[in-house]
T-cell receptor
Framework: ETGVTQTPRHLVMGMTNKKSLKCEQHLGHNAMYWYKQSAKKPLELMFVYNFKEQTENNSVPSRFSPECPNSSHLFLHLHTLQPEDSALYLC??????????????FGPGTRLTVT | AQSVAQPEDQVKVAEGNPLTVKCTYSVSGNPYLFWYVQYPNRGLQFLLKYITGDNLVKGSYGFEAEFNKSQTSFHLKKPSALVSDSALYFCAVRDIKAAGNKLTFGGGTRVLVKP
């Protein structure tokens, strides 16, 4: 729909598991973002990548490890998570060139449950 | 630092009545302002943005927003609400002085339109 896809859509994992979330954008954008959405804090920016380089880490615990191999793909590697990490994880992308002001386009999210 | 406040956690209106969702912002310079909507089990969808120019901005699905610099507000409006407008609405701001395209989101307002 928006040109940003996320897989999987739902994930249940134990606290000792390792899993990865994948985001792909088909819009030719050069900035990508990870957000966490939970009932306590509706939208928390986690990481920002501009032209494949990480430009922001918003004090995210090291059990979350992002990877941006190219401008179209963004991963979030998860390991030894805690139950409070259960949330909806949203990926977004935007244009970052020229003089225009560009909105972010969001994927549908991955609903993560940590047991 | 930039910030956004959405003073109402929830807004209830009857179908056919006007809908207003409030947003106030704080930035050090001039703001870029955005409205997004989130339907259940979906990512955020862009509705409209204010960059410069006319204070009344028209967006998708019949929504509009009015920028008021003196009151530092950017309220979202719809003249006649539909049941299908029931969703979670987010206001966001980007400081004109900020690098990149980082947005700061408000806490969200849940809109319930009753038949």
């Amino acid at each position: 729909e928006t040109g940003v896809t996320q897989t999987p859509r739902h994930l249940v994992m134990g606290m000792t598991n390792k899993k990865s979330l994948k985001c792909e954008q088909h819009l030719g954008h050069n900035a990508m973002y990870w957000y966490k959405q939970s009932a306590k804090k509706p939208l928390e920016l986690m990481f920002v990548y501009n032209f494949k380089e990480q430009t922001e880490n918003n004090s995210v615990p090291s059990r979350f490890s992002p990877e941006c191999p190219n401008s179209s793909h963004l991963f979030l590697h998860l390991h030894t998570l805690q139950p409070e990490d259960s949330a909806l994880y949203l990926c977004a992308s935007s244009q970052l060139t020229g003089t225009g002001i560009y909105e972010q386009y969001f994927g549908p999210g991955t609903r993560l449950t940590v047991t | 630092a930039q910030s956004v406040a959405q003073p109402e956690d929830q807004v209830k209106v009857a179908e056919g009545n006007p809908l207003t969702v409030k947003c106030t912002y704080s930035v050090s310079g001039n703001p870029y302002l955005f409205w997004y909507v989130q339907y259940p089990n979906r990512g955020l969808q862009f509705l409209l943005k204010y960059i410069t120019g006319d204070n009344l901005v028209k967006g998708s699905y019949g929504f509009e927003a009015e920028f008021n610099k003196s009151q530092t507000s950017f309220h979202l409006k719809k003249p006649s609400a539909l049941v299908s407008d029931s969703a979670l609405y987010f206001c966001a701001v980007r400081d004109i002085k900020a690098a990149g395209n980082k947005l700061t989101f408000g806490g969200g307002t849940r809109v319930l339109v009753k038949p």
